[in-house]
């Protein structure tokens, strides 16, 4: 073998033993461990006033990265909150940086300069970055990759284990946009099992639930390397960072291993109830002020009932297509309590001294003039209590409680599917058909939230 030969086969040999796999090694970034922050994201926010500003100020902020682009379901952009756990606050910086993993991985704390950098806020979220001018107009842009490592810095430490914060669809708040929470007791909405994450090449949106039917975003990237997996069946948990824009809220996670739904979908969970023991209990339309009439639901029995599902259903005068209906779902009514409805819920709080369980508005079912009839309908569409007669006009019958009200007699513990006169204790104008000519005094001859 000759000399120049051996010099080759050296050479090649001496770069070979430089990669251990087909991967390579991960580049080596500079990192520090001198930099201290003089600034709070709250301050930082605060030099925003309605317009995109460059920063003047030396000011340095830090922070732990939320995001990764690892598996490609983000794109240009750090998310990183204040603190590895029980974060306060969220921000995000533009980057035109691609496999900013590979420099900044979850948990690596970082801290930002913000001189030269500038500061927007777009659909209410406030952003750091470069700059993009439009027809004369700037906002917020990706920073050049050149001058990125002069404005974001990289601890030596190792990367911290960031804490999700856990949070019901419902419990999710301003202050946790771009950071890191975990959702327990979600699944993919059933319309949309069988599809995959997203779409080729196209941002996708598609739909978290929980077992009360509480929605929220999941936005998935149509370049992410899940974009053709098949969204998972099963119920569970899920991590990723928050995202917002205005109140609405979407979740982006970093790979698949921010999913775990490996526990049974929500249609095995028994959350609709039904009960005889709620029954309505009293109904205003006072002779002095049409804004403090009222429906009072009465529930016997001795545990708290989740209404979801039920309906309180108005058929106005002699009608018989529903007129309109107030949709109970949110609530729960405790054991051997009330639950008051009012049409105007300030005028009721100003007359009777104390706020309604639900407010809702004029026309509805809380908003009878007397002459109408109502029927309680529980989630699986039976009627569990009527007043009236549907196909009847009150007016003139044992049913009226014009400028009165209607009160269930104290005995009555139970729903009733079919009206029932002997049951209620009915005053009106007019004393018609057995009822008492009585007209009722707002709030003196009433006792919403009392059932005695």
């Known amino acids: 073998m000759s000399g120049k030969t051996i010099v080759i086969w050296s050479v090649a040999l001496s770069l070979l033993s430089c990669v251990k796999n087909r991967n390579f090694d991960l580049p080596e970034s500079d990192c520090t461990s001198e930099l201290v922050a003089n600034s709070t994201y709250a301050e930082v926010k605060g030099l925003y006033i309605d317009q995109t500003v460059q920063i003047q100020e030396d000011l ?6 939320t995001s990764s682009d690892k598996a490609g379901n983000f794109f240009n952009i750090l998310h990183f909150q204040d603190l590895p756990n029980n974060p306060t606050a969220g921000f995000q910086i533009e980057i035109d ?4 993993h590979l420099f900044y991985p979850p948990g690596a704390k970082i801290w930002i300069k913000l001189k ?3 500061l927007g806020k777009s659909k209410g979220v406030f952003k750091l970055g470069g700059v993009f001018t439009s027809f004369g107009n700037i906002s917020v842009g990706r920073l050049p990759n050149t001058v990125v490592d002069q404005h974001i810095f990289v601890s030596c430490d190792e990367p911290a284990a960031l804490i999700p914060t856990a949070s ?7 202050s946790l946009t771009n950071t890191l929470v975990q959702l327990p007791t979600v699944e993919i909405t059933a319309e949309e099992l069988g599809q995959n994450f997203a779409l080729e090449q196209e941002e996708t949106e598609r739909t978290l639930v929980d077992c009360l039917d509480n929605e929220l975003v999941l936005l998935n990237s149509g370049f992410a390397d899940f974009q053709a997996e098949l969204l998972p069946e099963g ?6 960072v928050l995202l917002r824009e205005n109140e609405e809220y979407s979740l982006a996670i970093r790979d698949l291993g921010d999913i775990d739904f490996s526990g049974e979908r929500c249609e095995e969970v028994i959350d609709e109830f039904t009960s005889n023991r709620l029954f309505i209990s009293e109904l205003a339309d006072p002779d002095n002020n049409t804004g403090a009439r009222f429906v009072e639901l009465y529930n016997y029995g001795t545990e708290a009932l989740p209404l979801k599902g039920w309906q309180l259903q108005r058929y106005t005068n002699e009608k018989t297509e529903l007129s ?6 949110a609530l729960v009514i405790g054991p051997e309590s009330t639950l008051v409805i009012s049409p105007n ?3 009721f709080e100003a007359v ?3 706020a309604p369980d639900l407010g809702v508005g004029t026309n509805s079912p809380a908003d009878s003039n007397g002459d109408d009839n109502l029927v309680l309908v529980d989630p699986f569409g039976t009627v569990i209590d009527v007043f009236g007669v549907v196909g009847e006009d009150g007016s003139g019958t044992n049913h009226e409680f014009e400028d009165g009200k209607a009160l269930r007699r104290l005995d009555i513990t139970q729903g009733n599917a079919i009206y029932t006169f002997g049951e209620w204790i009915i005053y009106n104008d007019t004393g018609e058909d057995g009822t008492i000519n009585q007209p009722q005094i707002a709030p003196d001859d009433f006792g919403p939230g009392k059932r005695d």
Request: hydrophobic letters at 35%; glycine letters at 16%.
């Open 97 to 100: 940086v691609r496999d900013s």
């Open 352 to 354: 009777y001294g104390f």
């Open 324 to 329: 309109s209906t107030i949709d109970l779902s």
């Open 235 to 240: 119920n569970g948990t899920i991590l990723g």
């Open 168 to 174: 019901e669809i419902t419990g999710l708040n301003e």
């Open 116 to 118: 030269g950098l500038y």
């Open 345 to 347: 819920a300030d005028e």
């Open 60 to 65: 340095v902020i830090e922070g732990y990265v």
